[in-house]
């Protein structure tokens, strides 16, 4: 007698075929016996067969499920009818998220391990966020002194302002070198000595200028007018030691 069994992937199966059925003798296949695949279709029903007795109705359009545990990825294909009813999946999966237990630290929105690839070569991890904490409850695994980010306001804050200094350099650095282009690291150094000398994070543009005491200096970067203006209105006084303050007057 042959059963018909429908299994979660839409084939027709017969019921002997299924593991765990009885032939007409009784005997039962060895342990040993049962094929790779059919050992795969039971890792996949442990998780499965709960969806499976919630929504029974819709086994039929239910095509395939796939699990990479390397990836840590679930593959569930669905297949619906042209003549069937309008699936708005993106409101079905919001709604299976507020049932769904999500572990995230807060700061951080994505983290991948980055595997060797040559020898010689260690793994890292490349964080998409920023969250120092975090990886200080770790530090049997990881090297804290390794640490390197570009945000260098987050380093000033756990390191002191001469680290900060130190990224900043880095960091210009690698904008340059991206594009082949060497710069002096004295140069380097210069700015990254004026955007910290204060003992915090001052901006390299016009907003960092308007803490200088000098009124031409800030008319020579940029925005003249608007410095010009506020410097007659508070009658500011410049006493021509900054290099820009002596180019502009000659």
Known sequence: MNEINHEMD???????????????????????????????EDEVDKYTKPLREAHAKYLQ????????????????????????????MLTLAEQAMNHVLVRQVPGVEKCTL?????????????????????????SEILDLNRLETNHSYALKAKYGVEAMRANIVKEVQMVFGVYG???????????????????????????????????????????????????????EKDDMSAPSSAVVMG
């Open 181 to 235: 282009i060497a710069v002096d690291k004295r140069h380097l150094s210069l700015i990254a000595d004026f955007m910290t000398f204060n003992g915090d994070y001052r901006a390299f543009n016009r907003i960092g200028m308007e803490e200088s005491s000098s009124p031409f200096l800030k008319m020579s970067y940029e925005t003249t007018m608007k410095y010009l203006v506020a410097a007659s209105q508070a009658i």
């Open 61 to 88: 359009y239910l095509k395939g499920i796939e699990i990479d545990k390397e990836k840590n990825v679930f593959t569930v294909n669905i297949a619906f009818p042209l003549e069937f009813k309008k699936v708005l």
């Open 10 to 40: 839409g084939k027709v199966k017969f019921a002997k075929d299924v593991r765990g059925y009885d032939d007409n003798d009784g005997s039962k296949d060895d342990e040993s016996d049962i094929p790779m695949a059919a050992k795969k």
């Open 114 to 138: 980055i595997k060797p690839k040559k020898a010689g070569d260690e793994p890292y991890l490349v964080i998409q966020g920023i969250n120092f904490e975090a990886f200080f409850h770790h």
